[in-house]
């Protein structure tokens, strides 16, 4: 998210048009795609905790050399490295927190989770407001490289495998037997104990699995409401900065207006996540319908900072907290050995 926000200030020492930055802002959710493509199958088979841990390095790395980039090619190609990483990371991240939670609250806990997206987006923005009048836009990524670096040793040392793909591939049953006694510790198992998943194990390739058994049409369905609700997010998430210092807005008090869309999308998805919950997924045409009103407001209020703050809200409450909520969606709907795909 970051790019967006100190978008205003690199158009500004580059001596750019505003519209230059937009192949910067595409290459990386480009590469964000392509990593979500083949690192979502190659999790089904090699495990969700690898990929996390590859992923979060590669974004960590991409966001600390970005801080060096002298042009908007070289800023173009390091976007799409990192949108590799994040490509990778976001779908096992969903996938693993899905299957180890219980289906009564399955949407409310991966929606808490993805909390940390939104979280992450907002206190970018505040950062980026402390840090580019002190220190230059660079510094917003040598903040931003760093720590996703320090969380490395703390992934590998304690971050667990999924559960439920060890145990619907068949594989290590000591290992999840140890995963098993971590959540009930005074459960005990027989030494040659084996585990299963109440699923089928679906053999191949993962990728093929979402169109058989009656689930193409809902994958179909899910392609539309992804491609729909993304594009609004990374329009909005990715241009309002620039669009508020254009109205006037000092660069600073652009990318904090800004990140009231990712403070909307925290507190909507903390109320949607139980309602989801409850009452289905249904829930979920009535955020998005209430998103037409919100972000349409957006483009009438530019006038006032109130009035444009609050839009800014209400779209990220309805267009974040949607999204995170049809991430939970796709997470409940794939079995094991195809969910990080299907996510992806």
Not at 11 to 17: C, D
Not at 307 to 330: M, W
């Amino acid at each position: 998210q970051a790019i967006g926000y100190v978008a205003p200030a690199i158009a500004k020492e580059w001596g750019l048009g505003k519209g230059v930055l937009g192949p910067v802002f595409s290459a990386g959710l480009f590469g964000l795609m392509i990593g979500a493509l083949v690192f979502g199958p190659l999790a089904d088979r090699i495990g969700r905790k690898k990929i996390i841990v590859f992923s979060t390095a590669a974004f960590g790395v991409g966001a600390l050399i970005t801080a060096y980039a002298q042009d908007v090619t070289t800023l173009q190609i390091i976007r799409f490295l990192t949108g590799l990483g994040l490509g990778g990371a976001m779908p096992n991240a969903i996938a693993m927190t899905s299957e180890y939670n219980p289906h009564r609250r399955r949407a409310t806990m991966v929606m808490i989770m993805f909390c940390g997206f939104s979280v992450g987006a907002a206190l970018g923005g505040l950062l980026a407001a402390d840090l580019i009048p002190r220190f230059g836009w660079r510094s917003v990524f040598i903040v931003g490289g760093i720590a996703p670096l320090l969380m490395l040793p703390l992934l590998v040392w304690r971050l667990p495998e999924s559960v439920r793909f060890l145990a619907s591939s068949g594989r290590d049953s000591d290992r999840v037997a140890g995963l098993l006694k971590r959540i009930s510790p005074h459960t005990s198992f027989a030494p040659d104990a084996r585990f299963t998943a109440q699923e089928t194990h679906l053999a191949g390739i993962p990728v093929v699995h979402l169109f058989r058994e009656n689930r193409a049409p809902v994958t179909l369905l899910l392609w539309v409401v992804f491609f729909m609700s993304l594009l609004d997010l990374y329009f909005l998430s990715n241009w309002l900065p620039t669009v508020l210092n254009d109205l006037g807005a000092s660069v600073s008090a652009a990318a904090a207006i800004g990140s009231l869309l990712q403070v909307g999308g925290v507190v909507g998805t903390f109320a949607l996540g139980s309602v989801i919950d409850r009452f289905s997924f249904r829930a979920l045409a009535l955020v998005y319908f209430g998103a037409v009103f919100a972000v349409g407001a957006i483009g009438q209020l530019g006038h006032s900072v109130v009035l444009v703050s609050l839009a800014i809200f209400a779209a990220g409450f309805c267009v974040v907290g949607g999204q995170i909520g049809a991430n939970a969606l796709a997470a409940g709907f794939y079995p094991t050995s195809v969910r990080a795909s299907g996510v992806g």
